[in-house]
């Protein structure tokens, strides 16, 4: 079992930044693939980013390619989402997840924090 537990969540204006924390505990983590999505009220849950069990490899939704930045580590058994040029589209509560392999599909994850909410006032 892996515990995970999203913090660094908030309220912050158009153009702004947010450095979201997964911090992961249990079984060990860093073998894992690690991702961040989203839900909206009203939508469905979706992907943004997922990094590798080394960080070598990351990948992006489209929608946040350029402004925000996957990244781990290990040693503190931690990944983060740097949110840069926030917009207010971007508001959803956000999910850390932990699998096996990489995938866009919330399916292929085994485990989920309960996420963090990111309001982006415009």
């Known amino acids: 079992q892996v515990q995970l537990v999203e913090s660094g969540g908030g309220l912050v204006q158009a153009g702004g930044s947010l450095r979201l924390s997964c911090a992961a505990s249990?079984?060990?983590?860093?073998?894992?693939?690690a991702g961040w999505f989203r839900q909206a009220p009203g939508k469905e849950r979706e992907f943004v980013a997922a990094i590798n069990w080394n960080g070598r490899a990351t990948y992006y939704t489209d929608s946040v390619k350029g402004r925000f930045a996957i990244s781990r580590d290990n040693a503190k058994n931690t990944v983060y989402l740097q949110m840069n040029s926030l917009k207010p589209e971007d508001t959803a509560r956000y999910y850390c997840?932990?699998?096996?392999?990489?995938?866009?599909?919330?399916?292929?994850?085994?485990?989920w924090g309960q996420g963090t909410q990111v309001t982006v006032s415009s």
């Open positions: 249990g079984r060990t983590f860093s073998s894992d693939i």
């Open positions: 997840a932990s699998g096996p392999r990489t995938s866009i599909y919330s399916t292929a994850y085994a485990y």
